[in-house]
């Protein structure tokens, strides 16, 4: 017993002085790197700042006033884009534009449905056209609690995913409108840890299992976790559905981020212990916690549709083949194997900083899984519409 301790204490202890003498990631090229990504996507031979590439571009963010929507913001607003910033804090968006006049605030609570369909009216009567479109407000529930929207779905479900797909379907006329349209939905690597039958429709009525309050069936100690990671894998076949399902967007690029750990609120209470760990071990939200967002924003000359920020996360597909088996996802096995791996990764992620285009899970590209979810989630946002 006393063995197995000390291993553990000189596990944690090689953690904390890892923690303690990284870097929490490199800044931003912004000169030779972002500047000119920007210009060859958004051309300024003709009216466009050199420096203002983004000038004449509306961006829509949502969770804007903190974390990687913050970050986002004040980048794409630095490039000269007029920028929609939408957050659930009047006092938030009020910072937001005394720190950047330029931005247009919206209110909106992303877990009520009728608060999203009004928001994203308000935006679509505001402006002709919408260039960008982030979905990147989020949420974590806490370990093993969760709690239902006012529309009854899962909470976590209807923040990351099911608000987003009706904003999306709201602004998709303003979206066909611009010449480069782009919709860029903040993920997860974390998306791994589940295989997607909890996101498939068998029964209309009822819908698919991760909807509902707890997110998920299966091994009871992580349903919370796969709650966030049904949510997060929910956004990768939204983002592949609309290409196939959304007439309006044919033309758009879609894709989809894995920012990697960023310091942010999102997993913990703020001040708490693991927000501070966190904090202190992610990526700076205002430097390389917003550098696969970039990448995958500004440059268009690939074939991937999912952006990792570390080159740590590309263990994750070989991870993927081993761990893909039902037996090992309805056990837990799958579940304690994911967590571990993101733990760790937190740590390495800071020794490996890497913007790139990588696979997402096998799961992921399974068309029957995403147009049923699809095909639900429209009859699902129906009421709250307005274009439907």
Same mark, same amino acid.
């Given at each position: ?12 202890? /090689? ?19 972002? +500047? ?59 910072? +937001? ?34 260039? !960008?479109?982030? &979905? ?19 909470? =976590? #479900?209807?923040?990351?995913?099911? *608000? ?5 379907? !709201? ?22 840890? /589940? ?5 498939? /429709?068998? $029964?209309?009525?009822? @819908?698919? =299992?991760?909807?509902?309050?707890? %997110?998920?069936?299966? #091994?009871? =100690? ?32 879609? =894709? ?21 760990? /966190?904090?202190?071990? @992610?990526? *700076? ?13 500004? %440059?268009?000359?690939?074939?991937? $549709? #999912? ?15 081993? +761990? ?7 056990? %837990? ?37 995403? &147009? ?9 946002? %129906?009421?709250? &519409?307005? &274009?439907?």
């Amino acid at each position: 017993m006393a063995g197995k301790l000390w291993r553990i204490a000189a596990i944690v202890s /090689v953690g904390i002085i890892a923690m303690l003498m990284a870097k929490s990631g490199p800044e931003l090229d912004w000169e030779d790197d972002i +500047l000119p990504k920007a210009r060859q996507k958004y051309d300024p031979t003709i009216s466009y700042s050199v420096s203002k590439p983004l000038s004449n571009r509306v961006v829509v963010v949502t969770g804007a006033t903190s974390g990687i929507g913050l970050g986002l913001t004040r980048a794409l607003s630095s490039l000269g884009a007029s920028v929609i910033v939408v957050g659930r804090s009047k006092r938030k968006l009020a910072l +937001l534009q005394a720190e950047i006049p330029t931005v247009r605030p919206i209110l909106a609570d992303f877990s009520d449905l009728a608060a999203v369909s009004y928001a994203a009216t308000e935006i679509a009567q505001m402006i002709d056209q919408v260039d !960008i479109l982030i &979905n990147n407000a989020g949420m974590h529930a806490a370990f093993n609690q969760w709690s239902m929207s006012n529309q009854g779905y899962d909470t =976590v #479900f209807t923040v990351n995913y099911l *608000s987003h797909f009706l904003l999306t379907e !709201i602004l998709a006329p303003k979206l066909a409108n611009s010449s480069q349209p782009l919709i860029a939905q903040v993920s997860s690597s974390y998306h791994w840890a /589940v295989d997607g039958s909890d996101l498939m /429709v068998h $029964d209309e009525s009822v @819908g698919p =299992v991760a909807s509902q309050p707890g %997110g998920s069936h299966g #091994f009871y =100690v992580f349903r919370s976790q796969r709650s966030y990671a049904n949510s997060k894998l929910a956004q990768i076949y939204h983002a592949r559905a609309l290409k196939r399902n959304q007439p309006l967007l044919q033309d758009a690029r879609i =894709v989809s981020i894995c920012p990697a750990w960023v310091g942010t609120n999102i997993a913990a209470r703020f001040g708490s212990m693991i927000h501070n760990i /966190v904090v202190a071990s @992610g990526y *700076s939200p205002d430097a390389w916690g917003i550098a696969s967002s970039l990448e995958a924003i500004l %440059g268009d000359n690939y074939e991937e $549709d #999912f952006f990792m920020n570390s080159k740590v996360f590309d263990l994750f597909p070989a991870l993927n083949q081993i +761990l893909s088996p039902a037996w090992m996802y309805h056990t %837990g096995i799958r579940d304690a194997v994911a967590f571990c791996m993101a733990s760790a990764s937190m740590q390495l992620q800071r020794f490996w900083p890497h913007a790139h285009p990588s696979p997402s899970s096998l799961e992921s590209y399974n068309e029957t899984i995403g &147009n049923s979810l699809y095909e639900w989630s429209l009859r699902a946002v %129906g009421e709250f &519409n307005r &274009n439907a």
